[in-house]
């Protein structure tokens, strides 16, 4: 009963939250062969430091905001990327997680927020994490915050968050 309460108030939560921005919606519609995005809020710094979404292809990382109120889109940091980690990225398998991870010892309207969207040529998979702890995501971040400067890097829970409450 809980986790029906808990996913009702996301979907109520959710017209709050783009999942991506202008720019990444033009970047999918363009339909490149690889694209990634991760998207990131904490929920008490919304309205200061808006929302952070992560886009990666197999030739760039961008990286933009949007700002609270209003939804402007600002491009925050650009790159080329690197072919290794790319690579390691996509050779990472998310295909065993949930799609919806709720950490119960949060409240809903409190915490971090981490929206992560892996397409391919054959595959989508789309991942929600309510200020929740995953091994193989902490991997997948670590490996996107080598390809970008401190100032931008995803700041991820450790694997001591608690999140076991009932």
């Known amino acids: 009963?809980?986790?029906?309460?808990?996913?009702?108030?996301?979907?109520l939560l959710a017209p709050h939250v783009n999942a991506q921005?202008?720019?990444?919606?033009?970047?999918?519609?363009?339909?490149?062969?690889y694209l990634l995005t991760i998207t990131t809020l904490n929920h008490a710094e919304r309205v200061f430091k808006g929302i952070l979404?992560?886009?990666?292809?197999?030739?760039?990382?961008?990286?933009r905001r949007q700002n609270f109120p209003g939804n402007s889109?600002?491009?925050l940091f650009s790159k080329k990327?690197?072919?290794l980690i790319i690579e390691k990225i996509k050779n990472m398998q998310f295909d065993n997680l949930d799609s919806l991870y709720i950490n119960n010892c949060v409240m809903l309207t409190s915490g971090n927020e981490y929206f992560i969207s892996?397409?391919?040529?054959?595959?989508?998979?789309?991942?929600?994490l309510h200020h929740y702890y995953h091994m193989q995501v902490e991997k997948l971040v670590n490996e996107v915050n080598k390809l970008v400067p401190a100032e931008f890097k995803i700041n991820y829970l450790k694997s001591e968050t608690k999140q076991n409450c009932k």
Do not use: G, R
């Open 81 to 83: 990327t690197d072919a």
């Open 118 to 128: 892996i397409t391919n040529a054959t595959v989508s998979k789309k991942i929600s």
């Open 21 to 33: 921005t202008p720019a990444i919606t033009q970047a999918i519609k363009n339909k490149p062969a």
């Open 1 to 11: 009963m809980k986790k029906i309460a808990c996913i009702l108030i996301l979907f």
């Open 53 to 63: 979404y992560y886009a990666l292809t197999n030739n760039e990382l961008t990286i």
């Open 73 to 75: 889109d600002t491009l």
